[in-house]
């Protein structure tokens, strides 16, 4: 039993007439006799009279629609309750981030959301590169990070900003003074550490591939992540050459700008249809928040 046999039942004992019964549901006719018929089979009984010209309850059909009233009533105010339950939860938002670099950088951002909307609950996923496009479009998530070459195409882009390639290295290296550098001078600066793709962004894999060309292996670190990258930068084994992302930054590192090369697009990517309250007032914070950092 369930409440479209209901409430089909409870039209037609009030209209008696199932042509009048289904305008009011705003459904077929043939639709209300169904839902009337496997009733009827599911109880035992008849529960109307039907000829060509006249439609009446039958005495189970009278003592019927008591129950059938209360049973509407109680599914109503069930929903109801349940609806102000939820409304009062949370708004859960799932973001997903590739690195501890992005986890950096939404902390101030969080920081603002929190303040602002605290009906909103941030819950933050560090995960693989490979597996956090399948999280996002499974709905585990709701929002992750990408630069815009490696967005999926299934999903919707939101540019947040133009992101610099910077080089990276120790206090104490060797370019650690220089005010800015070129790819002629990075060839000729001692080991390099280096991600393959899609760690590092397809569209900063060119410049990084530019600066490593010529080096011998031994001056080369192949490093599965940036955490491993940004390591043996701080211990002074190598320099990187990676996105600048604003509120990122590694204290005691030196970060230099690569003026030869243009900004990356760096963005917010969700799925079509999506973009619910919560997600849309994320969005704004990083943009007030990471353009104004820059």
Same mark, same amino acid.
């Given at each position: 039993?369930?409440?479209?046999?209901?409430?089909?039942?409870?039209?037609?004992?009030?209209?008696?007439?199932?042509?009048?019964?289904?305008?009011?549901? /705003?459904?077929?006719?043939?639709?209300?006799?169904?839902?009337?018929s496997t009733l009827e089979?599911?109880?035992?009984?008849?529960?109307?009279?039907?000829?060509?010209?006249?439609?009446?309850?039958?005495?189970?059909?009278?003592?019927?629609?008591?129950?059938?009233?209360?049973?509407?009533?109680?599914?109503?105010?069930?929903?109801? /309750?349940?609806?102000?339950?939820?409304?009062?939860?949370?708004?859960?938002?799932?973001?997903?981030?590739?690195?501890?670099?992005?986890?950096?950088?939404?902390?101030?951002?969080?920081?603002?959301?929190?303040?602002? /909307?605290?009906?909103?609950?941030?819950?933050?996923?560090?995960?693989?590169?490979?597996?956090?496009?399948?999280?996002?479009?499974?709905?585990?998530?709701?929002?992750?990070?990408?630069?815009?070459?490696?967005?999926?195409?299934?999903? /919707?882009?939101?540019?947040?900003?133009?992101?610099?390639?910077?080089?990276?290295?120790?206090?104490?290296?060797?370019?650690?003074?220089?005010?800015?550098?070129t790819v002629e001078r990075?060839?000729?600066?001692?080991?390099?550490?280096?991600?393959?793709?899609?760690?590092?962004?397809?569209?900063?894999?060119?410049?990084?591939?530019?600066?490593?060309?010529?080096?011998?292996?031994?001056?080369?670190?192949?490093?599965?992540?940036?955490?491993?990258?940004?390591?043996?930068?701080?211990?002074?084994?190598?320099?990187?050459?990676?996105?600048?992302?604003?509120?990122?930054?590694?204290?005691?590192?030196?970060?230099?700008?690569?003026?030869?090369?243009?900004?990356?697009?760096?963005?917010?990517?969700?799925?079509?249809?999506?973009?619910?309250?919560?997600?849309?007032?994320?969005l704004t914070l990083l943009?007030?928040?990471?353009?104004?950092?820059?």
């Open positions: 039993m369930n409440t479209t046999q209901l409430e089909c039942f409870m039209a037609v004992s009030n209209f008696l007439n199932f042509s009048r019964a289904a305008e009011h549901l /705003r459904i077929t006719q043939p639709a209300v006799s169904h839902q009337i089979d599911e109880l035992g009984v008849k529960l109307f009279h039907r000829t060509s010209k006249s439609v009446r309850l039958t005495p189970e059909g009278y003592l019927f629609t008591q129950y059938a009233g209360e049973m509407l009533k109680l599914a109503g105010l069930s929903k109801a /309750r349940l609806k102000e339950c939820l409304s009062d939860l949370p708004a859960r938002l799932g973001i997903g981030c590739r690195n501890t670099i992005e986890l950096r950088m939404l902390r101030p951002v969080l920081a603002r959301l929190r303040e602002e /909307r605290p009906e909103v609950m941030p819950l933050l996923r560090l995960i693989p590169f490979d597996s956090l496009e399948n999280q996002l479009s499974e709905g585990e998530l709701q929002l992750i990070f990408s630069f815009q070459e490696s967005a999926s195409k299934k999903a /919707r882009y939101h540019e947040l900003l133009r992101c610099p390639a910077v080089c990276v290295c120790a206090p104490d290296h060797p370019l650690a003074e220089e005010p800015f550098l990075l060839r000729s600066a001692g080991a390099m550490a280096a991600c393959r793709p899609p760690i590092c962004p397809p569209a900063l894999f060119p410049i990084q591939s530019e600066v490593l060309a010529g080096r011998p292996p031994h001056q080369v670190f192949f490093c599965d992540d940036l955490e491993a990258a940004f390591t043996l930068a701080e211990a002074g084994y190598a320099l990187a050459v990676v996105p600048d992302l604003p509120g990122a930054r590694l204290p005691g590192l030196r970060y230099i700008p690569l003026p030869e090369f243009e900004p990356l697009s760096f963005g917010a990517v969700y799925l079509p249809g999506e973009r619910t309250p919560a997600l849309r007032a994320l943009e007030e928040v990471l353009r104004s950092a820059q």
